[in-house]
């Protein structure tokens, strides 16, 4: 039941190589000079896969035109073909059309000796209105409870101590994996409430070295479940400071983002949701919210640089909100909540 993404195999070397070569040196170039500014690899791979995709179809619809000539109709018929041909969401055609828009930037701002009247157009095609194509999974307490019981009640430490690192910390699923068990030693809690990890924790950012921020984790709901999965890691014999492990061909090695994926979807089976990791940092978020904490605190403990996600990740339903503050005497007095109440 994990979320899945529709994809299509749509840039073969057979047609790469029909591809007009002015075209692969307009990519080229717009690669180099995304790496020159230091953007994520991530980033760079993607308008690299996003361009190509439109190179093959420009070869098979539209005369294999040089990028430089592209019309608002050419815009307009690529869209079209996003949408009915490939069926892509709207968030999809977005993404593609932005590939496209930043490789047009690129050439009016950086080539425009050699294309001095080149305008970027993309954007004169209006996007498709956007749409939520997968129904958000809002985790209650009961079944955040359910699943931790059931893993640990079946001696599955280690995913009940995943699972418990991601409602404690809100982190990314890459992030979960760059904490290490030094971390959660006595001296880096914080307030008796958090760990705080004693070294910066590369997290999503600009940059090919993303964004390097402290993490902080609920000793409460985390600390339970670390404990029972370190007492198991001795019994397997499992030494090395990586937190998450995976066993291959008889040998213990630390877990990738792959082996999380594969928890993932038996975290769905359990509780038959669609379960994924990042409704972990909504619900995280969403408990810090609920208890009062204010809204710069939550900023900070995320890592945010904005409290404007703040509202975008707190899923609590408006009338619950309102009964915090209202009740038939009127409006409420108040009680916010510590981090060690969490």
Same mark, same amino acid.
Request: aromatic share 12%.
């Given at each position: 039941?994990?979320?899945?993404?529709?994809?299509?195999?749509?840039?073969?070397?057979?047609?790469?190589?029909?591809?007009?070569?002015?075209?692969?040196?307009?990519?080229?170039?717009? #690669?180099?000079?995304?790496?020159?500014?230091?953007?994520? !690899?991530?980033?760079?791979?993607?308008?690299?896969?996003?361009?190509? #995709?439109?190179?093959?179809?420009?070869?098979?619809?539209?005369?294999?035109?040089?990028?430089?000539? *592209?019309?608002?109709?050419?815009?307009?018929?690529?869209?079209?073909?996003?949408?009915? $041909?490939?069926?892509?969401?709207?968030?999809?055609?977005?993404?593609?059309?932005?590939?496209?828009?930043?490789?047009?930037?690129?050439?009016?701002?950086?080539?425009?000796? @050699?294309? !001095?009247?080149?305008?970027? #157009?993309?954007?004169?095609?209006?996007?498709?209105?956007?749409?939520?194509?997968? @129904?958000?999974?809002?985790?209650?307490? @009961?079944?955040?409870?359910?699943?931790?019981?059931?893993?640990?009640?079946?001696?599955?430490?280690?995913?009940?101590?995943?699972?418990?690192?991601?409602?404690?910390?809100?982190?990314?699923?890459?992030?979960?994996?760059?904490?290490?068990?030094?971390?959660?030693?006595?001296? +880096?809690?914080?307030?008796?409430?958090?760990?705080?990890?004693?070294?910066?924790?590369?997290?999503?950012?600009?940059?090919?070295?993303?964004?390097?921020?402290?993490?902080?984790?609920?000793?409460?709901? *985390?600390?339970?479940? *670390?404990?029972?999965?370190?007492?198991?890691?001795?019994?397997?014999?499992? &030494?090395? &400071?990586?937190?998450?492990?995976?066993?291959?061909?008889?040998?213990?090695? !630390?877990?990738?983002?792959?082996?999380?994926?594969?928890?993932?979807?038996?975290?769905?089976?359990?509780? $038959?949701?669609?379960?994924?990791?990042?409704?972990?940092?909504?619900?995280?978020?969403?408990?810090?919210?609920?208890?009062?904490?204010?809204?710069?605190?939550?900023?900070?403990?995320?890592?945010?640089?904005?409290?404007?996600?703040?509202?975008?990740?707190?899923?609590?339903?408006?009338? @619950? &909100?309102?009964?915090?503050? *209202? +009740? &038939?005497?009127?409006?409420?007095?108040?009680?916010?909540?510590?981090?060690?109440?969490?």
């Amino acid at each position: 039941m994990a979320r899945k993404t529709v994809q299509h195999n749509i840039v073969t070397s057979e047609l790469w190589d029909k591809v007009l070569d002015k075209n692969k040196t307009l990519l080229r170039d717009f #690669i180099e000079y995304c790496q020159s500014k230091d953007l994520s !690899p991530k980033t760079i791979n993607g308008y690299k896969n996003d361009i190509e #995709i439109c190179w093959i179809w420009n070869l098979q619809n539209n005369d294999n035109r040089f990028f430089i000539d *592209f019309t608002k109709k050419d815009i307009m018929r690529y869209q079209n073909w996003m949408l009915n $041909g490939l069926g892509n969401s709207s968030n999809r055609i977005r993404r593609m059309k932005s590939a496209i828009s930043s490789l047009s930037n690129f050439i009016e701002s950086m080539l425009d000796e @050699e294309y !001095p009247n080149f305008r970027n #157009i993309v954007n004169k095609i209006p996007a498709p209105p956007k749409q939520d194509v997968r @129904e958000k999974t809002i985790l209650s307490d @009961e079944q955040v409870d359910k699943l931790l019981n059931y893993l640990v009640d079946n001696k599955k430490y280690q995913h009940a101590c995943a699972v418990a690192l991601a409602v404690a910390s809100g982190a990314r699923k890459s992030e979960l994996l760059r904490f290490k068990t030094s971390y959660f030693a006595e001296e +880096n809690i914080i307030y008796n409430a958090l760990y705080k990890t004693p070294e910066k924790i590369k997290t999503k950012g600009r940059g090919s070295k993303g964004k390097m921020i402290y993490r902080y984790v609920l000793v409460n709901k *985390f600390k339970p479940y *670390f404990d029972l999965w370190m007492d198991q890691r001795k019994e397997l014999g499992i &030494e090395g &400071e990586e937190l998450f492990w995976n066993k291959r061909n008889g040998v213990w090695k !630390p877990s990738g983002v792959s082996t999380l994926n594969s928890w993932a979807n038996t975290f769905s089976q359990i509780l $038959g949701i669609d379960w994924y990791w990042h409704c972990n940092r909504h619900y995280f978020t969403t408990a810090l919210c609920k208890a009062n904490i204010p809204a710069d605190v939550i900023k900070d403990i995320v890592g945010w640089e904005s409290t404007n996600m703040v509202s975008l990740y707190n899923d609590t339903e408006i009338d @619950e &909100e309102l009964a915090k503050y *209202f +009740n &038939e005497d009127g409006i409420k007095q108040v009680e916010n909540k510590t981090l060690s109440d969490l």
